[in-house]
């Protein structure tokens, strides 16, 4: 298994409009040996424009959430390599749907792991909150604090999605947490592992973020498995507290608004 060859897994879901500039694109990268997209469910094209773009695509009939999307893929890699004996690939590159050609960028989040300097790189952006959270809603202060908390590491951006890291890493920690906590839920778990974690200043913008009730219920959602993450992880206080002052789903979204 050669970390030198790279397998980009893209979950994704109604992104018609921007999936073949961030397939084109995450092809382009130096050492991606292979780009598979798993639709999330999509009602829009998502899918066939990925394949048109010469992406390996993976069907869930209905949306099953980030973590399942994340492992559809990696469970078929491990098929493909099986089927077609091709060199395993050692190293996994998971990007969001929505970059476009800023997926090129992500060259910076490989080299670090293909050349043994870190197990896991992790795309932060150049105005993350940084060491004081400035700037932080109430879902990721959630994050932050549970991961100080659990595994003694201060993030710059604990949420986020686009990230790098070895096959042996990405197999440490399977099962992923649920839904949006997998990304959380991973982090913690390689850092107690004592596998080495590394932020990258990096500029990965994908589309403007949704806004209105949707968005909001989203987030309250996001909130809810990054809650269950961190208490399957032993943040049993601080998890399940916030939970019940929260006053539920609305609650959370009352929160959220202000």
Do not use: W
Request: glycine letters at 12%.
């Amino acid at each position: 298994m050669s970390l030198a060859r790279v397998a980009c897994i893209i979950p994704a879901r109604d992104v018609a409009d921007r999936i073949q500039a961030t397939v084109t694109a995450a092809r382009a990268v130096p050492g991606v040996e292979v780009v598979i997209v798993v639709d999330d469910g999509s009602s829009d094209p998502t899918g066939d424009y990925a394949a048109a773009s010469g992406a390996i695509v993976v069907t869930h009939q209905r949306g099953r959430g980030r973590a399942a999307a994340v492992e559809s893929g990696v469970n078929a890699l491990g098929v493909l390599e099986q089927r077609d004996k091709r060199p395993e690939c050692g190293t996994v590159l998971l990007l969001d749907a929505d970059l476009g050609a800023a997926a090129t960028r992500a060259a910076h989040l490989i080299g670090p792991v293909v050349t043994e300097r870190a197990d896991l790189t992790i795309a932060v952006p150049t105005d993350a909150g940084g060491d004081s959270g400035a700037g932080f809603d109430l879902v990721e202060t959630t994050a932050a604090r549970g991961l100080t908390e659990l595994a003694d590491f201060t993030s710059r951006s604990p949420l986020a999605t686009n990230r790098c890291l070895t096959r042996k890493a990405y197999e440490l920690a399977s099962p992923l947490a649920a839904g949006d906590g997998a990304d959380l839920g991973m982090t913690i778990d390689l850092l107690r592992a004592g596998l080495r974690v590394r932020e990258v200043e990096l500029d990965l913008v994908g589309a403007d973020p949704a806004t209105g009730l949707a968005a909001q219920l989203d987030r309250a959602l996001t909130l809810k498995d990054v809650t269950r993450a961190l208490t399957a992880r032993g943040l049993v206080r601080h998890g399940l507290d916030g939970l019940k002052e929260s006053g539920g789903v609305r609650g959370l979204i009352d929160k959220l608004r202000g």
